[in-house]
């Protein structure tokens, strides 16, 4: 996908492309280093056991999430289901 008109050049296409993922490769870094950084909250170890738990929770829920969401596609869970559908096949 270009994110330049069609009308432009190939090569003012792929320059833009380019520039494009350069900027956007550079947020995400910015972004990723912004939110390494811990935030500076003096909790008590009754609560950090809290959030700790809570956050275990969390991820286990997700991951039952995702494993019910596999069962229930079944083979459609692939990485490319659409191949395998026959609606795109000539019928006559």
């Known amino acids: 996908m270009s994110l330049v008109p069609d009308s432009s050049s190939p ?3 792929l320059r833009a492309n380019l520039l494009m993922a350069i900027i956007g490769l550079g947020l995400a870094a910015l972004l990723a ?3 390494w950084i811990p935030f500076p909250l003096d909790l008590t ?3 950090e056991v809290a959030l700790d738990i809570s956050a275990l929770l969390l991820f286990a829920v ?3 999430l995702t494993l019910w969401a ?3 596609l079944g083979a459609m869970w692939g990485e490319a289901p659409a191949v395998r ?3 795109f096949q000539n019928t006559a």
Request: aromatic share 0%; proline share 6%; charged share 20%.
């Open 85 to 87: 559908l026959s609606c």
């Open 11 to 13: 090569g003012r296409k």
């Open 62 to 64: 997700g991951i039952g």
């Open 45 to 47: 170890p009754q609560v």
């Open 70 to 72: 596999r069962r229930a």
């Open 33 to 35: 280093v912004l939110l």
